[in-house]
C-alpha cells in the first residue's frame, strides 16, 4: 500500500500523451489487420488471435515500459487493461488449438510455447493484482512478445501425436512443468528487481549485462566456420521443417561473413566487462564512462547484428560443408539465434532503462525484504512443481519406455534444476542465506531452467526430441 | 586424537558445507554426463566419428563415456545419502525433542526474548484465559491449560506435524535412491522380437546375453493404425502369458500401457515388417477349365489343389532379382515379389515347378495341370518388446508419493504457535501476556496474531465494561 501512495503521490505529468499514442497505435494496427482479414475472409483463425494478442502485449509492453519511466498511474491502468485483452486474444488461441487438435496444446514446441505465453501472462497478472510488483510487466511482456513472434515463426501446422505421446501423463507432465518454469521465471523477474531494490550498484549491472551478452554471442560463435562463415540450419520450404541427413543430425549451411560480424559484436559486447575490470583494479572513473558509452555502441552493432541476420537468413541459399548444392535457410530453422540476438539487444536495453530511472523504479517497487520473501515463496511454489513434473515424467516414461529413470539429458537436467533449487531451499533456510546471496541463486536457477528448457532440446541429443 | 578422527568424519558428513559440495560436484559430473556421448546411448561409430582416438582412450579410461554408471559415481550419490542420512540424525533429536515435548509454559526470560507479544490490562485471570481459549479455538488453533504449582497459562498451537516434515522428505529421498539402487542390482532390460503365432520365454540383454523367463510369451496378433497422412497412430499386440502349455493371462497392449506378469513388464516398442512372409492367396485354375479355387498357403506348407495334386510353397522372395540364372533377394521389403511354387502329382510322382511371375530358365509353367494367379499378399509382422524388470520400482513410488506429501507439509503447513500468560507488571498490576511464534511465513503469521489478540482484547474489554459481574462470580462459573 505504501509504494502505491508513494505512487500517486508524483505529479500525473505528460502521461496522456503516451496513452493516446499507444491507444492509435494499436487501433491502426487492428485497422490494418481489419483490411487483410476482411480480404481473406476468416475473422476467428487462431493466427489471427495470436496477431490480436501480439498487439495488445505489445501495447501492454510500451504501457508498462512508460509506467517505468513516468511512474504515471494511469499507465500501469491502461497496462493491465491492455494485458487482459492479450491474455483474452490468447485464450482465444489456445482454445481454438486445442479444438482443432483434439489435445491441450502441448505436443510440439510450437504449442508449448502458446503456453508458456499464456501462463507467463497470466502470473504477471497475479504479481500485479495480488503482490503489487507493478513494473514486473516491463520484464515479462517483452519476454511474451518475443514468445509470440517466435511462434509465428515455427511450424503451426496440427500434427498428429506420435503412439508415445498419447497419453493423459503428457498433459500432466506439461502443465506442471510449464507452471514451474513460469513460477521460476517470475522467481527470476522478482530478484532481478530485489537486485534494483537492494541498491546494488549500477556497475555491477553493467558488468552481468555485459557478461550475459557475451555468453549469448560466445555460443553463438560456436557456429563459427571456416572463412568467417556462421553456419545455420538448413531449411526444406515444401516441408516446412529442418533438413537432416540422417536420424537426429541436422543439416548445417553456411552464411559467408556473418561470422566476423558477430566477432566484432561479441568484442563490443564484452568491451564493458573488461573496461569494469580494468575500473575495479585501478578505480578511476574514466574507465567507467567508456564502458557506458561502449553500452551503446554495443546496442548499435547488435542491432545491426540483427538486421543483418534476419536479412541474410531470411529465404537465402547456401552451400554446406556436409553435403553438395545449396540449401534454402529461413527464419524459422533458427529461433534461438533470434531469440539470442533479440534477448541481448532487450537486455541492453533494460540496462540502460535501469541507468536512467535508477530512483524512479525504486520508489514503484515494494520493499528489499518483501521481494526477497515473495522471492523465495514463488521458489516454495516453483520446487513442488518441479518435483512433481519429474515424478510424473518418470511414472510417464516407466509405462512408455519401460524405465522410470535412464539418464536422458533432458532427464538429469531437470534433475539438475531439482538440485540448484534444492541447495537455494537448504541455504536459505538452515543457513539463512537472505537477500543478495539469494537472489543470486535464483537467477541461476532460472539460467538452469532455460537451459533444461531449450538448450537441452536444441543441444544435446536425447528422447525428448519432440519437445 | 585416534578416537575422535570417526566423530570429526561424522561431524564434516553431516554438515551443510560437505552437502552442498557434494551438491555441487553432483551437478557438475551430471552435467559432463549430458554434454559428452555416452556408450550405452551412442552407436560405437560415431562416438568414433566424434572423438580423436587420444581422447576416447581417456574418456573411457576414466569412465567419462558412461559417467551414471561409473564407480565414482555410485559413490558419489552414496556419499549424498550418507550426507543426508548423517545431517537428519544429527539434527533428528533436537527436533524430535520440540515436536515430543513442546515448551508449553514460557518463562520470563522467554517472554521477554520473544519478538512477537502482546500485553493487555485485565481484572481477572479466569476470565480473561477463557475469552483468549474461544478465541483461539475459534482460529483453529488447539488449546491446553497449563497447570503449575505457582501459575497457570494457556498454550494453543497449529500443525506442529510441519516440525518432522523435513525429515519425511529426507527419508523419502532415500527410500527413492534405495529403489533405485534395488533395480540397478537386480533389475533388468532386454528386448523381445515376436512373429505373429511365435512364442518365446528367452529375452535379449542389452550386453547380447540372453535372460531365461519363468514362463513364455505368446504374441497372436499385432498392427498398426495409422492416421489419414500415413504417420503411425496406433501400435498393439495381443500377448498371452504361457505357462506349462496353459494360457495364464491375455491382453492387449499398445504403447503407454503394458503387460505386466510376475513383476516382468512386457512394453510395446516397435513394429514393424520382418521380410518373410505370412500367407500367399493364390487363384488356383485346372487347365481343363474344370476347376477353379483359392488357397492360401504359407511358407513352406502344402495345399491339395484335387485328389490328386498337392502345391507346395517353396521360397517367397519379397523383392527379387536374377543373376545368372539364380534368384536373389535384394531387400526385406515388398516391392517385385516372386513366389517359387512346386505342384506335385501323387500319381506321376512328378513335381513340376512354377514361378510367380515366370522367370526364364527357372520355371516350367507350362508343363503345370493349373495355372496361378497371386490374389494377395500378406506379409509377416514382427512387434518389438521392450521387457523389464524393475523389483524397487514399488520403492521409488513410495518415495514420490512421501516426497510430495512431505513437500506440501514443508512449505504449506506453518507450525504456529502462542502463550496466553497472565502475569504482573513491576507495579502489581495484572495483565495478560500473549506471545507467539512461527517457523515460516512470519509475516502472515504476525497478521494472524494481531487478529487474534485484537479479538480476545476486543471481548475482553466488552466482558469487563459491558456487564458488570463481579469476578469472583464468573470464575465461579
Known amino acids: 500500500m505504501a509504494t502505491q501512495a508513494r505512487v500517486e503521490q508524483r505529479p500525473a505529468a505528460k502521461g496522456t500523451i503516451l496513452v493516446v499514442m499507444v491507444g492509435l497505435g494499436i487501433a491502426f494496427l487492428f485497422f490494418m489487420a481489419f483490411l487483410n482479414v476482411v480480404k481473406s475472409g476468416d475473422l476467428l483463425s487462431e493466427a489471427n488471435l495470436l496477431y490480436a494478442a501480439l498487439i495488445f502485449y505489445g501495447g501492454a509492453a510500451s504501457f508498462y515500459l512508460g509506467f517505468g519511466i513516468t511512474g504515471t498511474p494511469a499507465h500501469i491502468r491502461f497496462a493491465s487493461l491492455a494485458t487482459w485483452a492479450g491474455l483474452l486474444a490468447n485464450t482465444g488461441a489456445v482454445a481454438h488449438r486445442w479444438y482443432e487438435a483434439g489435445h491441450p496444446p502441448f505436443a510440439s514446441i510450437y504449442e508449448m510455447l502458446l503456453s508458456f505465453v499464456w501462463t507467463l501472462a497470466v502470473l504477471t497478472l497475479i504479481a500485479e493484482k495480488k503482490y503489487r510488483v507493478k513494473v514486473i510487466g516491463t520484464v515479462t511482456m517483452p519476454v511474451a512478445i518475443v514468445g509470440v513472434v517466435l511462434m509465428q515463426l515455427l511450424r503451426t501446422d496440427v500434427r498428429p501425436l506420435v503412439p508415445a505421446l498419447q497419453s493423459t501423463w503428457l498433459h500432466v507432465h506439461v502443465t506442471l512443468a510449464m507452471l514451474a518454469y513460469a513460477a521460476c521465471a517470475l522467481s527470476f523477474a522478482l530478484a532481478m528487481m530485489f537486485l534494483i531494490q537492494d541498491k546494488m550498484k549500477t556497475e555491477t549491472f553493467l558488468a552481468a549485462t555485459s557478461l550475459f551478452t557475451a555468453a549469448i554471442y560466445a555460443s553463438l560463435l560456436t557456429r563459427f566456420e571456416k572463412w568467417g562463415g556462421l553456419s545455420v540450419v538448413a531449411w526444406s520450404a515444401e516441408e516446412r521443417s529442418e533438413v537432416f541427413i540422417s536420424k537426429g543430425m541436422r543439416l548445417f549451411v553456411v552464411i559467408p561473413d556473418l561470422g566476423w560480424l558477430m566477432c566484432v559484436v561479441l568484442a563490443a559486447v564484452a568491451a564493458p566487462l573488461v573496461l569494469y575490470c580494468l575500473w575495479r583494479k585501478t578505480h578511476n572513473d574514466g574507465y567507467l564512462l567508456l564502458a557506458h558509452r561502449m553500452v551503446f555502441v554495443s546496442i548499435l552493432l547488435q542491432a545491426l547484428a540483427l538486421i543483418f541476420f534476419v536479412l541474410r537468413t531470411r529465404d537465402g541459399h547456401y552451400y554446406s560443408l556436409d553435403a553438395d548444392g545449396q540449401f534454402a535457410t529461413s527464419l524459422a530453422a533458427s529461433p534461438f539465434i533470434l531469440s539470442g540476438l533479440v534477448g541481448g539487444i532487450f537486455v541492453s536495453l533494460l540496462y540502460l532503462l535501469l541507468l536512467w530511472r535508477r530512483s524512479d523504479l525504486e520508489h514503484m517497487l515494494p520493499s528489499a525484504d518483501d521481494l526477497d520473501r515473495i522471492t523465495y515463496k514463488t521458489i516454495a511454489i516453483a520446487f513442488p512443481l518441479l518435483t512433481l513434473m519429474i515424478a510424473a515424467g518418470a511414472y510417464w516414461a516407466n509405462r512408455t519406455w519401460g524405465s522410470y529413470w535412464s539418464w536422458d539429458p533432458k532427464e538429469t537436467w531437470a534433475a539438475i534444476t531439482w538440485l540448484v533449487y534444492a541447495g537455494y531451499l537448504h541455504m536459505r533456510i538452515t543457513r539463512g542465506w537472505r537477500g543478495r546471496r539469494a537472489a543470486y541463486f535464483a537467477i541461476l536457477g532460472f539460467a538452469v531452467v532455460m537451459f533444461t528448457f531449450f538448450g537441452v532440446t536444441y543441444l544435446l541429443p536425447g528422447m525428448h526430441s519432440y519437445a | 586424537m585416534a578416537a575422535s578422527l570417526p566423530r570429526k568424519i561424522w561431524q564434516t558428513l553431516g554438515g551443510i558445507k560437505t552437502g552442498v559440495i557434494l551438491l555441487i560436484l553432483t551437478v557438475i559430473l551430471s ?10 546411448t551412442t552407436d560405437a561409430d560415431e562416438i568414433q566419428r566424434a572423438y580423436s582416438p587420444q581422447m576416447l582412450r581417456l574418456l573411457d579410461a576414466v569412465g567419462l563415456t558412461d559417467v551414471f554408471h561409473a564407480w565414482w559415481f555410485v559413490l558419489l550419490l552414496s556419499l549424498v545419502s550418507l550426507s543426508v542420512v548423517t545431517a537428519s540424525v544429527q539434527r533428528f533429536p533436537n527436533a524430535w525433542r520440540f515436536f515430543a515435548r513442546p515448551y508449553k509454559s514460557p518463562e520470563e526470560a522467554f517472554r521477554k526474548a520473544l ?5 493487555m490490562r485485565i481484572k481477572d485471570k479466569e476470565a480473561a484465559l477463557r475469552v483468549a481459549e474461544r478465541v483461539l479455538h475459534k482460529t483453529g488453533f488447539r488449546t491446553e491449560r497449563i497447570v503449575r504449582e505457582n501459575s497457570f497459562s494457556l498454550f494453543a498451537e497449529r500443525n506442529r506435524i510441519s516440525e518432522m516434515a523435513v525429515y519425511v522428505v529426507h527419508a523419502s529421498l532415500l527410500l527413492i535412491f534405495l529403489g533405485g539402487i534395488i533395480d540397478a542390482e537386480f533389475g533388468w532390460r532386454a528386448f523381445l522380437s515376436l512373429n505373429r503365432g511365435e512364442q518365446a520365454s528367452q529375452v535379449q540383454l542389452p550386453n547380447g546375453g540372453k535372460h531365461q523367463l519363468a514362463f513364455a510369451i505368446r504374441c497372436d496378433s499385432a498392427g498398426q493404425e495409422n492416421y489419414s497422412d500415413g504417420t503411425p497412430k496406433r501400435w498393439w499386440s495381443n500377448l498371452a502369458v504361457l505357462q506349462d502349455g496353459q494360457e495364464l493371462l491375455h491382453k492387449q497392449i499398445v504403447v503407454n500401457d503394458p503387460l505386466v506378469y510376475r513383476g516382468v513388464r512386457f512394453y510395446q516398442a516397435s513394429y514393424g515388417l520382418t521380410g518373410k512372409l505370412d500367407r500367399l492367396v493364390l487363384t488356383a485354375v485346372a487347365r481343363n477349365g474344370s476347376h477353379i479355387r483359392d488357397v492360401a498357403i504359407g511358407p513352406g506348407e502344402i495345399a491339395s489343389l484335387d485328389s490328386d495334386t498337392t502345391v507346395r510353397l517353396a521360397d517367397f522372395i519379397p523383392d527379387y532379382v536374377v543373376e ?3 534368384v536373389y533377394a535384394r531387400s526385406n521389403e515388398l516391392v517385385n515379389p516372386a513366389a517359387h511354387l512346386v505342384v506335385e502329382s501323387k500319381k ?33 509382422y514382427f512387434t518389438g518388446l521392450e521387457v523389464s524388470h524393475e523389483p524397487g520400482q514399488w520403492a521409488v513410488w513410495a518415495g514420490v508419493v512421501l516426497m510430495g506429501f512431505g513437500l506440501a507439509v514443508v512449505f504449506y503447513l506453518v507450525h504456529s504457535r502462542i502463550w496466553v500468560v497472565p502475569v504482573r507488571d513491576a507495579r502489581g498490576q495484572l495483565q495478560l501476556w500473549i506471545g507467539g511464534a512461527a517457523n515460516k511465513n512470519k509475516d502472515a503469521f504476525e497478521q494472524c496474531f494481531d487478529d487474534v489478540a485484537k479479538a480476545i482484547e476486543c471481548e475482553i474489554k466488552t466482558l469487563e465494561s459491558g456487564v458488570e459481574v463481579p469476578a469472583a462470580l464468573l470464575s465461579a462459573n
Open chain 2, 115 to 119: 519478538p512477537t507479544h502482546k500485553l
Open chain 2, 324 to 326: 545368372d540364372g539364380r
Open chain 2, 348 to 380: 506321376s510322382s512328378q513335381a513340376i515347378n512354377v514361378w510367380l511371375p515366370p522367370i526364364p530358365g527357372l520355371e516350367q509353367n507350362a508343363y503345370s495341370p493349373y495355372t496361378f494367379e497371386g490374389k494377395n499378399i500378406q506379409m509377416a
Open chain 2, 31 to 40: 552435467a559432463a554426463g549430458t554434454v559428452i556421448l555416452q556408450r550405452p
